[in-house]
């Protein structure tokens, strides 16, 4: 068991108040707060380490560069990728999908070529195929889900064509909160001779992951989302793929040599880290992930889907409600109307009662298309939530509905 006020103390923000009302902090999928282990060790990096990283010889700089690659065999070892080579630091998850949709297709698709993604993905996940779409002509092709929030397997299976060079998807949906099949759906890729790329950004925080296990070619995810600081992400590709990708951007600390003649580019994963790296901001993630590991990931994942359950279970006791994503396999993320509330005046109205949620599509417009709606209300949970404060969000959602 956790012992969840303990855990609350490392985070002083949720014992502020809102509208002179608790602050129950249910937005976990957008960005988790962050612990303060977290903010002393970035700010002691910044006030005693701070120096730029890579071919300084001067103190400071190396014991930042040692900071900085540490923290690299920190996420390594977190998801169980096979060498540090294949770890590449970005801004988060939207830049690492984008680094690799942009590689990928100026080295492996042409005009007709094909793309597979699900309908349930992040526009981070859509976008950047469609700029590809526009540059290139190639086409994307959508796996669709049930009313439940599942993807539709049989139907994948038949959207392979000998056009197909990719497939892209969610591990766990934004919205829904479904945890996708990605072993299978990258079985049956494999089985193609297609590579896929699993998003990450809402599965990292919440469960293990084990990307060797997995099998995926490529997988991204953010810092923020898991109680590190904002502006740092992970690219994790195989190294037999980010060999055979061209980089990304152009700069310092990408090259081994340069004239005008010609640029040899510096070997993995440098090749992708144009520019200074956010050295303090790796720090702050390995921080955050050791942070994670001493709560035990399984102990994670055990409180938030203890939560999730109940929160569906209480929510409908409620006239009217309708949920989102009732999935077999579902994580910390219930998506939510009431009768005929728009979900801006949910969410506004339960703001005024201390309670954080998140309204509107959720970067996530093609898959309320496919509901039929416009948007919903969002609860996330993190390991530091607890049924109390479910409690508070069913007794919320309850009184603003009475009041239409």
């Given at each position: 068991?956790?012992?969840?006020?303990?855990?609350?103390?490392?985070f002083?923000i949720?014992s502020?108040?809102?509208?002179?009302?608790?602050?129950?902090?249910?937005?976990?999928?957008?960005?988790?707060?962050?612990?303060l282990?977290?903010l002393d060790?970035?700010r002691d990096?910044?006030l005693?380490?701070?120096?730029n990283?890579?071919r300084?010889v001067?103190y400071?700089?190396?014991?930042?560069t040692?900071?900085?690659?540490?923290s690299r065999?920190?996420?390594?070892?977190?998801?169980?990728?096979?060498?540090t080579?294949?770890?590449?630091?970005t801004?988060?998850?939207t830049?690492?999908?984008?680094?690799?949709v942009?590689?990928?297709?100026e080295?492996?698709?042409q005009?007709?070529d094909e793309v597979?993604v699900?309908?349930?993905?992040?526009h981070?996940?859509?976008?950047?195929?469609?700029?590809?779409?526009a540059k290139?002509?190639?086409?994307i092709?959508?796996?669709?889900?049930s009313?439940k929030?599942?993807l539709?397997?049989?139907?994948f299976k038949?959207?392979?064509t000998d056009k197909?060079r990719i497939?892209?998807v969610?591990h766990?949906s934004?919205?829904?909160?479904?945890?996708?099949?990605?072993?299978e759906i990258?079985?049956i890729?494999h089985d193609?001779?297609?590579p896929?790329i699993?998003?990450?950004a809402?599965?990292?925080?919440?469960?293990?992951?084990?990307?060797q296990a997995m099998d995926c070619?490529?997988?991204a995810?953010?810092?923020h989302?898991?109680?590190?600081?904002?502006?740092?992400?992970?690219?994790?590709?195989?190294?037999?793929?980010?060999?055979r990708?061209?980089?990304y951007?152009?700069?310092?600390?990408?090259i081994?040599?340069v004239s005008f003649?010609?640029?040899?580019?510096?070997?993995?994963?440098f090749?992708?880290?144009?520019?200074?790296?956010d050295y303090?901001?790796?720090h702050?993630l390995?921080t955050?992930i050791d942070y994670m590991?001493n709560i035990?990931?399984?102990?994670?994942?055990?409180?938030?889907?203890?939560?999730t359950?109940?929160c569906m279970?209480?929510?409908?006791t409620?006239?009217g409600m309708?949920i989102?994503g009732?999935?077999e396999?579902?994580d910390a993320?219930?998506?939510f109307?009431?009768?005929?509330?728009h979900?801006?005046?949910?969410?506004?109205l339960?703001d005024?009662?201390g309670?954080?949620?998140?309204?509107?599509?959720?970067?996530a417009?093609?898959?309320m298309d496919?509901?039929?709606?416009?948007g919903?209300?969002?609860a996330?949970?993190?390991?530091?939530?607890?049924?109390?404060?479910?409690?508070a969000?069913?007794?919320?959602v309850?009184?603003?509905?009475q009041m239409?």
């Amino acid at each position: 068991m956790l012992d969840i006020n303990k855990i609350r103390q490392d985070f002083p923000i949720l014992s502020r108040k809102v509208y002179d009302k608790p602050l129950v902090y249910l937005d976990n999928a957008a960005t988790t707060q962050k612990p303060l282990c977290v903010l002393d060790a970035m700010r002691d990096e910044y006030l005693n380490v701070n120096a730029n990283v890579h071919r300084g010889v001067h103190y400071l700089s190396q014991q930042a560069t040692d900071l900085h690659e540490a923290s690299r065999e920190n996420v390594r070892s977190f998801i169980n990728a096979g060498s540090t080579s294949e770890i590449i630091f970005t801004r988060g998850t939207t830049e690492a999908l984008n680094l690799v949709v942009s590689s990928f297709c100026e080295e492996f698709m042409q005009e007709g070529d094909e793309v597979i993604v699900s309908v349930m993905e992040h526009h981070s996940n859509i976008v950047p195929w469609q700029l590809q779409a526009a540059k290139r002509g190639i086409c994307i092709r959508v796996i669709p889900m049930s009313d439940k929030g599942e993807l539709d397997i049989e139907e994948f299976k038949k959207l392979f064509t000998d056009k197909t060079r990719i497939v892209s998807v969610a591990h766990v949906s934004n919205v829904l909160g479904t945890v996708n099949p990605v072993e299978e759906i990258i079985r049956i890729s494999h089985d193609h001779g297609v590579p896929v790329i699993v998003d990450g950004a809402q599965s990292t925080p919440h469960f293990k992951v084990d990307v060797q296990a997995m099998d995926c070619d490529f997988f991204a995810f953010s810092g923020h989302k898991m109680y590190g600081p904002t502006g740092v992400g992970v690219l994790y590709g195989k190294e037999e793929w980010l060999d055979r990708l061209p980089p990304y951007q152009g700069g310092g600390e990408m090259i081994e040599s340069v004239s005008f003649e010609k640029t040899v580019f510096e070997r993995l994963p440098f090749k992708f880290e144009a520019g200074t790296p956010d050295y303090v901001a790796t720090h702050g993630l390995a921080t955050a992930i050791d942070y994670m590991l001493n709560i035990g990931m399984d102990n994670i994942s055990a409180h938030e889907q203890m939560l999730t359950k109940y929160c569906m279970e209480q929510l409908k006791t409620i006239d009217g409600m309708r949920i989102f994503g009732e999935a077999e396999h579902k994580d910390a993320v219930v998506s939510f109307l009431v009768g005929d509330i728009h979900h801006l005046d949910m969410g506004t109205l339960l703001d005024r009662l201390g309670i954080a949620v998140r309204t509107g599509h959720h970067c996530a417009q093609p898959l309320m298309d496919r509901l039929g709606i416009q948007g919903t209300v969002r609860a996330s949970f993190s390991f530091y939530n607890t049924k109390e404060e479910v409690d508070a969000l069913v007794a919320g959602v309850r009184r603003v509905s009475q009041m239409f």
